[in-house]
């Protein structure tokens, strides 16, 4: 199942609005036939590893980090493919959250025989398709809201310095994680601030997150390096009817995808944006900033997840930037919690994983 699990991450970033699914077939210790799946509209991970190990299916184990299709999707469901290869034992990771399959392919297998155990690593199989879980129930995407501070908070200077706050290693994992997000998001005032391009580099078979920057009145500047590489990197541009008609012409013509959406207050309205993007197929979306979006988005419940990188420094100082503006909340009992948590390490920083608990306080 670990095999399995590794194989799904190739795909992952890929196959929306799919999840990402690896399945081994294996028998008495030995790999017969491995597979993942790569995009959606092309066959499902079982059948690549069913194809991969051919006659020797029969009487052969199946690990499949999700339960088996039942439906006939874009593609024709898996666990007819199973029962037909003549599979005698299937290991799921997790089930599949999607209503039309959601127990009914462990059912299915169970019909003729097949021994299913279900369970088997289920919690990195869930974390795996937590995207497509959140997505499936109630078509936003997931969000994770990633940033760096100092040992004492800090994102940047008083003087709004905040380039190096953590070590390359950190950075590098950042650039692997938007290689598996479909979208990478930012507020204008980063834009403005550190002229970010907000792509993929470094990373072979590396491609791009659709680029999305919250900006209410237009005012990005056209000679951001954000137009740089249009082409290779679609960029939207969410704004509202503030937002100069002539700049949105200009925009238009650049390639970058200006949506308009309602405002609440001067703002963009931040749920309105999640559903455009939720229409739009992006199951998954990477939060990079700054801290006034951050804030709004945590205040609107739209972030599930975050991953906070600590760097060993101290910048001290009462005007020094921190992650998160807004007002904050009086008491210690409202603050936001993180659940499910993860520590590791990326030279000297320490990255901080956690889901963002389930009943936030309002
Ligand atoms: C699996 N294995 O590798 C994947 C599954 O339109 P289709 O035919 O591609 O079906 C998509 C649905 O199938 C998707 O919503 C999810 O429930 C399941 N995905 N199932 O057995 C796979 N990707
Ligand atoms: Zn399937």
Redesign the pocket.
């Known amino acids: 199942m670990q095999l399995a699990l590794d194989l799904a991450r190739r795909g992952e970033g890929r196959?929306r609005?799919?999840?990402?699914?690896g399945?081994v077939v294996a028998r008495s210790g030995r790999i017969l036939g491995k597979g993942?799946?790569p995009l959606?509209?092309e066959p499902?991970?079982?059948i690549f590893a069913l194809r991969e190990a051919g006659e020797a299916c029969r009487g052969s184990d199946l690990y499949?980090t999700?339960?088996?299709?039942s439906?006939?999707?874009?593609?024709?469901p898996?666990t007819e493919a199973v029962i037909a290869a003549g599979v005698s034992r299937v290991f799921v990771g997790c089930s599949?959250p999607?209503p039309?399959?959601a127990g009914r392919?462990i059912e299915r297998l169970r019909q003729p025989g097949i021994a299913v155990t279900t369970g088997l690593l289920e919690v990195p199989c869930r974390r795996l398709i937590a995207p497509?879980a959140k997505y499936?129930r109630s078509g936003l995407p997931y969000v994770i809201l990633k940033t760096a501070m100092t040992l004492d908070g800090k994102t940047a200077t008083a003087t709004g310095d905040s380039k190096w706050i953590t070590s390359e290693a950190s950075r590098a994992y950042v650039h692997q994680c938007r290689n598996r997000f479909d979208g990478v998001m930012v507020g204008v005032g980063t834009v403005i601030a550190d002229n970010p391009q907000l792509t993929v580099r470094g990373i072979a078979d590396g491609r791009n997150p659709v680029r999305i920057i919250v900006d209410s009145t237009l005012r990005l500047p056209l000679s951001s390096r954000i137009f740089d590489e249009v082409q290779d990197a679609p960029l939207i541009i969410a704004t509202t009817a503030q937002g100069a008609r002539q700049k949105v012409e200009l925009l238009r013509e650049r390639g970058v995808e200006v949506v308009e959406l309602p405002q609440e207050g001067d703002q963009v309205d931040l749920p309105a944006l999640l559903t455009h993007l939720g229409h739009r197929g992006l199951q998954s979306v990477l939060l990079e900033g700054g801290a006034k979006l951050n804030g709004e988005m945590l205040r609107h419940k739209l972030v599930d997840r975050m991953m906070v990188f600590v760097a060993p420094r101290i910048v001290g100082g009462a005007d020094a930037k921190g992650v998160f503006d807004g007002c904050g909340v009086a008491q210690m009992e409202q603050s936001v919690k993180l659940i499910d948590l993860r520590t590791s390490r990326f030279d000297d920083d320490f990255l901080i994983e956690g889901e963002v608990e389930l009943c936030l306080p309002d």
């Open positions: 196959t609005p799919n999840p990402a699914v399945a993942f799946h959606a509209g499902h991970a079982e499949v999700l339960e088996p299709c439906h006939q999707g874009r593609t024709g898996c599949d999607n039309l399959v392919g497509f499936i």
